[in-house]
């Protein structure tokens, strides 16, 4: 055994040495390791996984900020200057990854005390003379009693502060004033607008502030805000605060009213603390219209300082810029989200029709750019829309978002998502998308973006990372949940695959596409009756397909699964889409047909559909790996050079 750990402890000596040595490249990732330690990138990830159970990714990244805390803790540099001392490329994400590593700011880290930081594990104490086994027994053992009579004491005082506090408001004592102790957890959610105007039209514009609050609010640093489409579910609903905060795991939330009448506006708007269920601060702003952006900002403010956030000039400055001067742009752009996040071809249309005209009013508009590139992109995604003129125009409207306002993350994204699935361009999307995080790491959908373009390629332990933090920034997305189905089901853990698609579906029951993921889960790990089951109830929903339900019923007593596919074909149930090949592969791959398969997935490469970027990791096509053709099409596609950092199946 004492061989045994040796020979680990060997091991993370040579990696700690290699990410030493590297520490100030930003460049220095999971690829550089691997090189350098001469492993493969999916022979590194077993090997450290077997030993403490991390990706390589996670080892990297807990290297540079425990080396940072060190350095913050010896008061050797400011927290930014360290940053990047440590191998990141921003000060932002580098706080972001320290607060949810250590539990609070880097700014912290000098007041705190220093036994709770203290490196008892292997990796670093191993940079110190590797001492033998069970030293680091005793060392571990002596950090863990200082840190229960740490945690004993500090327990004692808070709960004599808890108290104090709450015989202090149980009084009656302003709550305003008696709340000015520590907060500990800084998050906030914003519950939908209600529109109290006399116009129930008004709506679209109460619910456009709210989301351009909840982009200043995203912009303060400690902060974790919890995105406009979880909140969408509870505008109707009956839940109490405290409910509502314990299901998003959320401690503050803020409550507006609006009433608009032609050039005027009203906000009444609070904020709760849902911990005790009270409201600690409220405001009533009654303004000219044209004043919106300045109450926009004065609301994040007073957030920022009733939740103990201080402003950093960036930031400050971040918020009380405005997207635009031209109030009839801004109106525009808001009927644009408005219809949007409606969904459906009709309100996309009307989406992009407002859009246009907000350019119109306002041609340095930068967010209206981007809002209608990702309408295109969504089209092409579709099949709407396809040619390089599109993809062009797409790439020259987001360009343009960049060049009119180089703070906006989302361009960077929509670029990276053209970049990988049109033009295979794997490694420039690869930057797009770290910049667009950089400028802001707290939106859930750039980073689920991130989490696909990752899976693509094979890395799945890094996707599956990504998917993690969009889910805790964006709690209730459906969508969110369903891509995590996705990545469980490529790894074979069908029974968190299973648990995450229904819980999309619980989310959100009106979309079709979850329904067939949950049939294709099924499907792909042999569950047949269950998937045939799930079969049936999709067309049963579908007024359409319901004829085809005895059909389907009979043919699987009679054929078993493999007639039911191949009925499915006889059924050209995906019609003359534009993703129809790629649809049709699948079933000849599942049912044995490699030539019909490989044949339809080259006609898919020529048309160049969306869904080619899913070959690699896609469980359809696992018995056609090895066939030449295959192989071909990943290296078209620049896909032969990545390999799975997880088990494939």
């Not at 299901?247 to 709760?272: S, W």
């Not at 300082?305 to 400055?317: A, M, P, V």
Request: hydrophobic share 35%; with cysteine.
């Amino acid at each position: 055994m004492e061989a045994e750990l040796s020979m680990e402890q060997k091991f993370n000596d040579k990696l700690n040495n290699i990410i030493k040595a590297n520490l100030e490249n930003e460049q220095f990732g999971v690829q550089k390791l691997s090189e350098e330690i001469g492993m493969s990138r999916s022979q590194l990830h077993r090997k450290l996984h077997s030993i403490n159970g991390k990706s390589v990714s996670r080892f990297i990244r807990e290297y540079r900020l425990k080396k940072a805390m060190q350095m913050l803790q010896n008061n050797v540099a400011t927290a930014s200057e360290i940053a990047y001392r440590v191998g990141f490329k921003s000060a932002t994400y580098f706080t972001t990854c320290f607060n949810e590593y250590y539990g609070y700011p880097p700014g912290e880290a000098k007041i705190r005390n220093p036994l709770t930081t203290i490196e008892s594990d292997q990796t670093l104490i191993a940079e110190k003379g590797s001492p033998r086994p069970e030293n680091i027994v005793i060392l571990k053992k002596n950090i863990l009693s200082k840190r229960m009579i740490l945690a004993n004491t500090v327990g004692i005082i808070l709960l004599g502060i808890f108290f104090y506090f709450f015989y202090q408001n149980s009084e009656g004592n302003n709550l305003g004033e008696a709340n000015e102790f520590v907060i500990i957890d800084k998050s906030i959610a914003i519950l939908p607008c209600k529109n109290l105007s006399d116009d129930k039209e008004n709506q679209y514009f109460a619910d456009g502030v709210m989301v351009s609050i909840e982009d200043h609010l995203i912009k303060l640093e400690g902060l974790r805000v919890i995105p406009q489409t979880s909140m969408e579910k509870y505008r109707e609903s009956t839940m109490t605060i405290p409910e509502i905060s314990e299901e998003l795991n959320t401690t503050y939330f803020l409550e507006a009213t609006m009433q608009k009448d032609e050039n005027k506006v009203r906000f009444i708007v609070k904020l709760i603390d849902a911990r005790i269920n009270k409201q600690i601060w409220s405001e009533t702003y009654d303004r000219e219209l044209n004043n919106i952006f300045t109450i926009q900002s004065e609301i994040a403010k007073e957030i920022a300082t009733k939740l103990k956030t201080n402003l950093s000039d960036s930031e400050q400055s971040l918020i009380d810029k405005n997207p635009t001067n031209n109030i009839t742009a801004y109106n525009l752009y808001l009927k644009g989200l408005f219809f949007h996040k409606l969904g459906g071809p009709e309100n996309i249309e009307k989406s992009l029709k407002y859009l246009e005209k907000s350019i119109k009013e306002d041609p340095e508009y930068a967010l209206a750019y981007v809002g209608i590139a990702d309408i295109y992109l969504g089209w092409m995604m579709g099949g709407k829309l396809y040619g390089k003129d599109v993809l062009n125009r797409v790439r020259d409207l987001a360009l343009k978002s960049i060049a009119l306002d180089n703070s906006l993350a989302q361009p960077h994204a929509t670029l990276g998502v053209l970049e990988y699935i049109f033009e295979w361009n794997w490694e420039a999307a690869e930057k797009k998308f770290l910049i667009a995080i950089e400028l802001n790491s707290k939106n859930a959908t750039i980073r689920s973006k991130y989490a696909l373009y990752l899976h693509f390629l094979g890395r799945f332990d890094e996707a599956r990372e990504q998917i993690n933090q969009a889910q805790l920034l964006d709690p209730t997305s459906y969508h969110i949940y369903s891509t995590s189905a996705i990545f469980y089901n490529r790894i074979d853990n069908t029974e968190k695959a299973l648990e995450e698609i229904n819980k999309a579906i619980e989310i959100n029951k009106d979309i079709k596409y979850l329904y067939w993921t949950n049939f294709t889960i099924y499907l792909l790990h042999g569950y047949y009756d269950s998937a045939v089951e799930k079969l049936l109830y999709i067309f049963g929903r579908d007024p359409a397909k319901k004829l085809y339900i005895d059909t389907i019923d009979q043919t699987y007593k009679r054929s078993g699964i493999n007639g039911v596919m191949k009925r499915l074909i006889d059924l050209d149930l995906f019609g003359h889409k534009y993703n129809s090949p790629y649809y049709y592969a699948q079933v000849y791959s599942f049912i044995g047909d490699h030539d019909k398969a490989l044949s339809l997935l080259e006609e898919s490469l020529e048309l160049r559909i969306s869904h080619m970027v899913n070959i690699k990791s896609d469980l359809y096509f696992k018995n056609l790996r090895s066939e030449p053709r295959f192989i071909a099409l990943l290296e078209k596609m620049g896909l032969n050079n990545t390999e799975p950092n997880n088990n494939p199946i």
